[in-house]
């Protein structure tokens, strides 16, 4: 064989290789094409997945391998090109052949009763009707023109004749088919639908804006609208919108059914979503009997509807009952009470709780909203406040989803202040603001009381300090101070300190001590020998202990392990006072913000009076140091249920033999002793090898140590 013959029949191989390799590649991208259209159907239409998301993901990656290796078997609408297109300078517009027009609305029962008696006079009928029923999502209504089963065109609604041309935003949505399923569907195929964002992406998207520092959205509504006039389309692809198909627009060709209904399953047939909830009733009653099961289950759904859509089923009567003005008679929505307004923010004050916890609250403009009138609404703390960048008379928008308390969505000022194009936030209202604008600031005195209000590094919330004095804590710090693990009066119940606090009997502890057999026979419900078992059992409360004491003034994070582990170090009730924070600090189970909390209890003033005044009403024995037990030096922990010794005598009986009991499970931990449950304090002491005595162990052990 000559040198070219050789050559050109290797050159002829080489051609057989290439072209056997390009149609095993065809055959390959058009099998992974039809699989992934295949699982996306399962997945976004029928919510039925059949493999894993790393599946899918291979699947995907093969693809794209593929179709970059052979360009030339690229495609418009296989599943690879979802990835979204290079950004564009602007939107171009759209012209609606089929107009999308707007629904009447219903906002009560009345309303759907009238709305059945138009129908019934205007076509003479005398049967019972039925109707199409659908949620009607929150979002934003679009046209997705398929031609021969392709996608080609994705508009907005717009002003119902014209709106834009967002096509490859619509391609980039991962549940809008590029091309339809199966078969038999018309040569042109315009779907009317909704794109919304499910609560669950809403929710991710504005976590992500608060991490980056950038604007968040008010609602999904809002979210879901900017997300598809995005100019990038990769950004529309990322951000998990759905679609959602409610009836069709131009339709060219054969294969459509004769109802509403019909034609939607039809849909969903060919791959296109359509609302698990749709059904058919009949009649009026029908409808009205679907809103209120739809306004049961509205809360618990994956996405926010405002109401309900009523659609005469049969499409023949569609056509007779025609339209008026821009909306048919055949369809109407009825709405849901408003889940959210904007309003102005009159006033910022701030409540007191129980705790000293001062929280903000926004006293508004009232505002009808989800039902109810709102005039009032939490702030929580003054990080909230901050987040919100809120002024007194700043305009926000009010949530109050179902019966959940309302809350402070979004201030549009302060979102109008930081961008001044978008005056369309809202309308209603003049966003900018003035000298009557005052920026809300943190209390430096508490509003009840003028104590001092104080709030530590790592904490959210502002506190008032003056626990034993400021009358809003005064009802919960008495009942501490009488529980079990505290002085432990037996008898004097909350109901009956809330009385004798209300009645100004008890301003201060010690007043427990002063009252007499009278005072409390006086009082609903109780009689001279209940009020005398009171007397006594406050009598015998004054023989207590230094720990129990300390445990009873209610100093925040100052638990039993805690005010034991302050007792046995500094032996007595002077020196604790007088401590200091590295003092504290060398206590076993008190970090800083415990020693904070300690120090901020005894710098009050007012509360060393009541101590020193309590500590010549109270008795306890002395506190020896421990020497010599066998468990001194050793740090325990106890942890989950336990069912033949309480936690508390479990605690109690480690101390008795010089262990120090701390909450949390540490390197210096000497043993855990774990109940059933125990969770993660046990994982730890796993993790660190450090002993662990189940119950039944920890009994067994007690035996032999007392043998």
């Known amino acids: 064989m000559t040198l070219d013959l050789f050559a050109e029949n290797n050159k002829n191989n080489q051609n057989n290789n290439q072209n056997k390799a390009a149609e095993n590649a065809a055959l390959r991208i058009e099998e992974i094409r039809k699989l992934i259209e295949g699982h996306n159907y399962r997945y976004y239409v029928l919510d039925e997945p059949h493999i894993s998301d790393a599946t899918y993901d291979q699947l995907m990656k093969e693809l794209i391998t593929l179709e ?13 090109q979802k990835v979204g297109a290079k950004v564009k300078a602007g939107f171009s517009t759209v012209a609606h052949e089929v107009s999308m027009l707007s629904l009447d609305n219903a906002f009560n029962d009345q309303d759907m009763f009238d709305f059945s008696k138009r129908i019934d006079n205007r076509i003479n009928n005398k049967t019972i009707l039925k109707f199409a029923c659908e949620p009607k999502l929150d979002g934003i209504a679009v046209s997705l023109l398929y031609k021969n089963g392709e996608l080609v065109r994705g508009a907005t609604r717009g002003d119902g004749s014209t709106g834009e041309d967002i096509t490859e935003n619509v391609r980039a949505i991962q549940n809008i088919p590029l091309r339809l399923m199966g078969e038999g569907y018309p040569e042109t195929l315009e779907v009317r639908g909704e794109i919304y964002m499910p609560k669950k992406s809403f929710e991710l998207l504005n976590e992500l804006a608060q991490k980056q520092g950038t604007k968040k959205y008010v609602n999904p509504r809002n979210a879901a609208s900017g997300s598809v006039r995005q100019l990038d389309a990769r950004i529309t692809g990322q951000r998990k919108l759905e679609m959602c198909a409610y009836s069709v627009g131009l339709v060219e060709g054969e294969g459509l059914k004769q109802t509403h209904s019909e034609i939607l399953y039809q849909l969903k047939n060919w791959g296109i979503k359509i609302n698990e909830h749709m059904q058919i009733v009949e009649g009026v009653e029908g409808c009205l009997e679907y809103f209120k099961l739809l306004s049961t289950i509205r809360n618990d759904l994956g996405y926010e509807i405002d109401g309900v859509v009523f659609k005469v089923d049969d499409l023949n009567l569609q056509q007779r009952l025609g339209f008026v003005s821009r909306a048919p008679r055949w369809a109407i929505s009825h709405k849901f009470p408003a889940q959210e307004e904007n309003t102005i923010v009159e006033k910022v004050e701030f409540q007191v709780g129980r705790t000293g916890a001062v929280t903000p609250v926004a006293r508004l403009k009232p505002v009808f909203v989800g039902g109810v009138t709102v005039s009032n609404v939490t702030l929580h703390n003054m990080d909230e406040v901050a987040r919100l960048d809120l002024f007194e008379q700043d305009v926000v928008a009010i949530s109050r989803a179902g019966d959940v308390i309302p809350k402070v969505m979004m201030n549009l000022t302060s979102q109008y202040m930081q961008n001044t194009s978008e005056r369309e936030l809202d309308q209603s209202y003049e966003l900018f603001r003035t000298a009557n604008h005052i920026k809300v600031e943190a209390p430096t005195k508490c509003p009840v009381c003028e104590g001092k209000v104080i709030r530590l590094d790592g904490e959210a919330v502002y506190r008032c300090t003056n626990i034993l004095e400021c009358s809003a804590q005064k009802s919960e710090s008495f009942k501490h101070f009488v529980s079990r693990k505290a002085l432990d009066i037996d008898g004097l119940g909350e109901k009956l ?12 502890f010690d007043d427990l001590f002063s009252l007499d057999v009278n005072q409390l026979a006086d009082l609903d419900r109780m009689a001279q020998k209940s009020a005398q078992n009171v007397l006594d059992a406050i009598e015998r409360s004054k023989a207590t202990t230094l720990q129990r004491f300390i445990y009873a003034l209610g100093i925040r994070e100052v638990g039993v392990a805690t005010a034991n582990n302050l007792v046995l170090h500094f032996l007595n009730l002077e020196t604790i006072m007088l401590a200091n924070k590295e003092q504290l600090l060398e206590v076993d189970d008190i970090g800083p913000v415990v020693a904070d909390y300690i120090l901020q209890f005894f710098e009050v003033e007012s509360n060393s009076l009541l101590i020193k005044k309590l500590a010549t009403i109270l008795s306890w024995p002395d506190v ?9 030096g050793q740090s325990w922990v106890v942890t989950g249920k336990l069912s033949i010794m309480s936690r508390d005598e479990v605690k109690d009986k480690l101390q008795s033999l010089g262990a120090k009991v ?29 002993t662990v005595l189940d119950e039944q162990q920890f009994i067994d052990w007690l035996e032999q140590l007392e043998a």
């Open 662 to 690: 701390a909450g949390s499970v540490s390197k210096n931990t000497h043993t855990l002793v774990a109940g059933e449950k125990a969770g993660s304090k046990l994982s730890k002491a796993q993790t660190l090898g450090i």
């Open 497 to 508: 300190i809330e009385v004798l606090v209300d009645n100004k009997q008890l301003k201060h």
């Open 624 to 632: 020896v140091k421990q020497e010599g037990l066998p468990l001194t």
């Open 68 to 80: 970059q290796q052979f360009p030339q078997f690229y495609s418009n609408v296989s599943p690879s």
